[in-house]
């Protein structure tokens, strides 16, 4: 829902407005969105309640970023939280911390995890990623810290 027209999308609410969405959606991914706004909770909120097996997937569970160097901002896990709190599901994270992508690239390229050593500059994701993961790590001191 990264599109120009869900970013300025508004809700009216007054009484009996119900928000229609589309029922054959089967999956809401959830990631770092600078134009998050209410319309797009409501109707991923929609969606996973309501769509049979619709997946809530998170991309990554980012509580802050650095979109400056001046300050930490919200990060995609503030906007994944959202729709924890509407939905009341937990979703699949296929991102860092997550092993879900270092299974996938482990097997698609016949590597074992120990051949793997997972460099970043973040205990909470990065590095966490690579532990979980099973392979090597290497902490930077440079970058988002």
Not at 1 to 12: L, Q, V
Not at 16 to 30: N, P, Q, S, T
Not at 53 to 65: E, K, L, M, P, Y
Not at 79 to 100: C, D, I, R, Y
Request: hydrophobic share 35%.
């Amino acid at each position: 829902m990264d599109s120009p027209t869900c970013n300025t999308k508004k809700i009216e609410l007054k009484p009996g407005y119900l928000m229609e969405h589309d029922k054959d959606v089967g999956a809401v991914v959830v990631g770092f969105d600078r134009y998050f706004n209410y319309y797009k909770v409501q109707y991923g909120t929609l969606c996973v309640r309501e769509n049979p097996g619709c997946r809530f997937i998170a991309t990554n569970r980012h509580a802050v970023t650095h979109l400056t160097d001046a300050q930490e901002w919200a990060g995609g896990g503030s906007m994944v939280g959202a729709l924890v709190g509407s939905t009341q599901h937990e979703p699949l994270t296929v991102g860092k911390p997550s092993t879900f992508m270092m299974d996938y690239l482990a097997n698609k390229f016949g590597i074992t995890k120990s051949q793997i050593c997972m460099v970043g500059d973040r205990l909470d994701t990065d590095i966490l990623f690579g532990q979980n993961g099973g392979c090597k790590t290497l902490l930077v001191l440079f970058g988002d810290i």
